[in-house]
């Protein structure tokens, strides 16, 4: 299994970035996935989920209305487009693949990760 995150950067606040993470090593399209991000002198935190149909996603509180997760099964890569960014979203941003019995926001419902990519917001 491997997971590459991409498209992370500098942005100034209320700018947009968009993520992606490209799978592979497994069957993309059976698996849920989801978004994490870690601050430095943080936890890692949940940002987003999408289920392996994309028919249901959740997010966490402090990114919706701001951030969407979608995913390409066909490309085998997950997304995250992120819009009004504030410098609180300054963070290593990480992919995860679910596990078969998942829950979202659970890191020990995820069994693997990228490596991150990082985003930086300037006010």
């Known amino acids: 299994v491997q997971l590459v995150e991409s498209g992370g950067g500098l942005a100034h606040t209320g700018g947009s970035l968009k993520l992606s993470c490209a799978a592979s090593?497994?069957?993309?399209?059976?698996?849920?996935m989801g978004w994490f991000r870690q601050a430095p002198g943080k936890e890692r935190e949940f940002v987003a989920g999408?289920?392996?149909?994309?028919?249901?996603?959740n997010y966490a509180d402090f990114v919706k209305g701001r951030f969407a997760i979608s995913r390409d099964n066909f490309g085998n890569t997950l997304y995250l487009q992120m819009n009004d960014l504030k410098p609180e979203d300054t963070a290593l941003y990480f992919c995860?693949?679910?596990?078969?019995?998942?829950?979202?926001?659970?890191?020990?419902?995820?069994?693997?990760w990228g490596q991150g990519t990082q985003v930086t917001v300037s006010s």
């Open positions: 995860g693949k679910g596990i078969t019995n998942w829950n979202w926001a659970r890191q020990d419902s995820y069994d693997y």
């Open positions: 090593g497994f069957t993309f399209s059976d698996y849920g």
């Open positions: 999408i289920n392996w149909s994309a028919s249901d996603t």
